[in-house]
C-alpha cells in the first residue's frame, strides 16, 4: 500500500446479511438503499441490504453499518482492505467485507461502529461521517 491512506465515509443506512437459497429469484425488497451487495454462488444468495427492508422471515444478521473506502482504488494498489482490517482486528472488531470494481466496504456491527471509528482515526484515516 502506498504511504497516503484512503479517506473512509460512513454510510448513514443500516443493514442486513441475508441468505437466500442459491437458486431464490433476486427479491425486490433488496434492491432499496444506499448500499446493496449481491452474490450468487453454487451454496447460497447472500444479499447485504437496507435492513428495514428485510421480510422478518428471510434469515439474516442485522445491525451492521458500513465504512466505505473512497475511491476509485486502482486494482493495482496493494493492501488497502489488509491495513483496515488489521486495525480492527487488533481492537477485536469483526468485519464483513465486500469489494467493487472501484472500492472496498467494511461492514461492522453498529454497536462496534464507534470503537471502529475511533481506532481507524488512531491509526491516521481521515474518516467523514
Known amino acids: 500500500m502506498t504511504d497516503t491512506k484512503p479517506t473512509l ?3 448513514s443506512d443500516t443493514l442486513a446479511i441475508c441468505r437466500l437459497e442459491p437458486d431464490a429469484l433476486l427479491p425486490s425488497w433488496a434492491i432499496p438503499g ?3 451487495s449481491i452474490t450468487r ?3 447460497e444468495l447472500s444479499i447485504v441490504c437496507r ?5 422478518a422471515e428471510i434469515p439474516c444478521e442485522k445491525g451492521y ?3 466505505k ?3 476509485p482504488v486502482a486494482f493495482t ?6 491495513s483496515l482490517t488489521a486495525v480492527l482486528a487488533r481492537e477485536g472488531i469483526s468485519i464483513f467485507a465486500v469489494s467493487t470494481f472501484d472500492t472496498d466496504y467494511i461492514l461492522v456491527k453498529k454497536d462496534q461502529m464507534d470503537k471502529a471509528v475511533q481506532a481507524l482515526s ?6 467523514n461521517q
Not at 435492513?51 to 421480510?55: G, K
Open 69 to 71: 473506502v473512497e475511491g
Open 51 to 55: 435492513q428495514a427492508d428485510v421480510p
Open 34 to 36: 444506499e448500499f446493496t
Open 65 to 67: 453499518h458500513c465504512i
Open 41 to 43: 454462488t453454487a451454496d
Open 77 to 82: 494498489v496493494i493492501g488497502v482492505l489488509s
Open 122 to 127: 488512531q491509526a491516521g484515516y481521515h474518516i
Open 9 to 11: 465515509s460512513c454510510l
